[in-house]
């Protein structure tokens, strides 16, 4: 149809007739976008997307990641939903539930030799997958609260987990069978693990003490905790390859490292100003590195036990995982991004995007091309990191 208004009228309009015109609106140029300008742009920045495969079966959020040591394409998550899944990467229409849990799934954890997952949850119960046939292989129960992690032993089918009651607990998966319990913390059990060599248990708690253990007597070895240690929960703690030193992080701000042959704090790493969420030694160089919600990474020369250097993100640092034997470090931020550096020169030398929220955790795949993390925003993501190997 031709108009017959005057195109040339303030507003624009046309009109076939002034009689036929119900009603004006007038809208604010302010918010009509320039003809010239993409409209799609501002939104097309914020939802980059760098990761090469996305999980997205869970409908809660995401707080455990684990990677298969033995199947480079085998990942577990759980979270919020109550739900565990075993996928594979880059096969999204393959996914299988792990059904069973009343809470969260707080930890999930491969074996050493790949063929069994323990899931261990806020409901008190951990439950072990038989990888091969993709069965329940057993229920493991006994905590009085919520399971705050899981480890296998480093040459066997044994389980340990700690809990929020306060208390350790270890089984024996091959025969469902429990093995013994360790009380001691007044607290919840935050952390903990076998040593490399298996023949001592370090765990960690909210009472601010780090206690060693002897798993096949259940003798408290070690008890460390007052001055010069933590003054707060601890968070974080990771053992030596050779078995010999502890390294642990608080909610304090202080790293400090024990030996757990003698149960003596003999050096601590001052430089953090807020928690210290995560600790990891690198396997080539006698460095570790720590993440804190100071929004700072600090990778430590353990033989002079200083700083070597310092990387500042945006906001707090969640999670970190070295890349294989390779100097780089990543880190899983609040932010949602993940930061690749380089431990050398101390520089950011890669950012992945694609997470909307918070990331909890992060694990590589066995042939290290992978890093899988999961966050707040209710999705694993995939990102490769060959090229940092």
């Known amino acids: 149809m031709n108009g017959h208004g005057d195109e040339e009228d303030d507003h624009g309009e046309v009109f076939l007739d002034e009689d036929d015109i119900l009603e004006e609106i007038h809208v604010d140029e302010e918010d009509l976008p320039d003809a010239d300008e993409d409209v799609g742009s501002d939104a097309d920045v914020d939802e980059q997307d760098d990761s090469m495969h996305i999980f997205t079966g869970h409908t809660g959020e995401l707080y455990t990641v684990a990677c298969s040591p033995t199947d480079a394409t085998l990942v577990a998550t759980g979270g919020g939903d109550d739900k565990g899944f075993l996928w594979k990467i880059g096969q999204g229409d393959w996914a299988q539930e792990l059904q069973g849990h009343k809470d969260s799934v707080s930890s999930l954890v491969f074996s050493t030799d790949g063929q069994l997952l323990a899931s261990g949850s806020f409901d008190g119960v951990i439950e072990v997958w038989d990888i091969s046939s993709g069965s329940l292989k057993c229920t493991l129960e006994g905590p009085g609260g919520g399971i705050e992690w899981v480890r296998w032993h480093p040459r066997g089918h044994l389980v340990l987990a700690g809990a929020e009651d306060g208390s350790v607990w270890l089984w024996n998966a091959d ?15 935050t952390c903990g693990d ?159 995007s694609g997470h909307s929220d918070a990331i909890q955790s992060m694990s590589l795949s066995a042939n290290v091309d992978f890093l899988v993390s999961v966050s707040l925003d209710q999705t694993a993501r995939v990102f490769e990191i060959a090229e940092f190997r």
């Open 175 to 189: 025969k469902n069978a429990y093995l013994n319990m360790f009380s001691g913390h007044a607290s919840s059990v």
């Open 194 to 352: 076998f040593t490399p060599d298996g023949k001592t248990i370090c765990t960690g708690s909210d009472d601010a003490s780090l206690r060693i253990w002897n798993p096949k007597s259940g003798e408290n070895v070690h008890v460390i905790k007052g001055h010069p240690y933590h003054t707060e929960g601890l968070t974080c703690l990771t053992i030596s390859s050779d078995s010999s030193l502890a390294i642990t992080g608080s909610k304090d701000g202080s790293v400090h490292i024990v030996n757990i042959i003698t149960g003596k704090v003999i050096n601590s790493l001052i430089a953090h100003s807020d928690s210290v969420e995560c600790i990891g030694l690198s396997p080539s160089y006698p460095w570790a590195a720590t993440g804190g919600m100071d929004q700072k990474l600090i990778i430590w020369d353990l033989q002079h036990s200083s700083p070597r250097c310092t990387c500042d993100h945006e906001e707090g640092v969640a999670c970190l995982a070295w890349l294989g034997s390779s100097r780089f470090v990543a880190t899983g931020c609040v932010d949602g991004k993940i930061r690749v550096w380089d431990s050398l020169s101390g520089e950011c030398v890669k950012m992945f």
